[in-house]
């Protein structure tokens, strides 16, 4: 069975509906996925409803943007946590709230450049959405300043950009620990993505250890081949799940459903580890 556990839709930067995932998951010929939006969770009713229709397994799940202390940009993907979790909410809330904030601001930076406004950014975002530079790069893309999302971040969007503003976002040993005690598998997601910016160092990797972290996102098309293995030995070492899975974000990103998998038998740990939600299953 395919199993692909890190996926976006329009809850969050990807371009399809949760349900629109769901029906590429069938079509990608995937037996079980993952909907893990950034910092929401509220896909997961839509997409389960569509998941059950078309037979196929269904792991609920999120992405929380965290920040190091050294100012680096860490995602932490949560399995099965409860979603009614009071601390996770407050914190994934305060974050989204934070990030409708930020992209105002940096749509008025680049309005003195560039013939773009808050107007049209709002036009590619979903009410409710967790904001993002994705939806700066459509308004970017629509207005013809550049020919797709990542044309905008690598020449506009990027942190090193003047236009660039950050979001709250917190520890991520603290994400660790919050998506623990709300009953989730907390999984280091790309956790050597160079080309996006700055990656944290073994420093980070040990407090997030030290807090729960359960898995390392190995096999991800963002983590350079040399880096796996090191993450691998570091999975063995800490006795962490070693997860593959795409990224998928529809349009929106290269990234094609299935390109990189999890075991069956991961999955399987991840459920006897989360006690916060359940796995759908047809
Ligand atoms: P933000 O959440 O606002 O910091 O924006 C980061 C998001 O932008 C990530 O979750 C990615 O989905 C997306 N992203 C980063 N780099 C690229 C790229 N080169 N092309 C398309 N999307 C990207
Ligand atoms: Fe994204
Ligand atoms: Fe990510
Ligand atoms: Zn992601």
Redesign the pocket.
Known sequence: MKIDLHT?STVS?GTETPEGVAAAAAAAGLGAFALTD?DSTAGWDDCAAKARQLDLMFVPGM?I?CRSTEGI?V?VLSYLQDPENRALRAEIDRTRQS?LIR?ERMVERLSEDFPINWHHVAKHVTPGA?????HI?DALVSAGIVT???A???EILTPKSRYFVS?YAPNPADAVALVRAAGGVPVFAHPVAHQ?GRVVGTHTFGEMIDAGLLGLEVDHRDNPEESRQWLRRLAAEHDLLVTGSS?Y?GA??ANRLGEFLTSAATLSRIEELASGAAVVRP
Do not use: I, L, Y
Not at 130 to 134: A, E, H, I, L, N
């Open positions: 976006h930067d950034h992405e943007s940009s995602h990030r992209a967790s904001v993002g530079r994705p790069a797709d999302r990542s905008a971040f690598t979001h996006r990224d974000h929106g990103k």
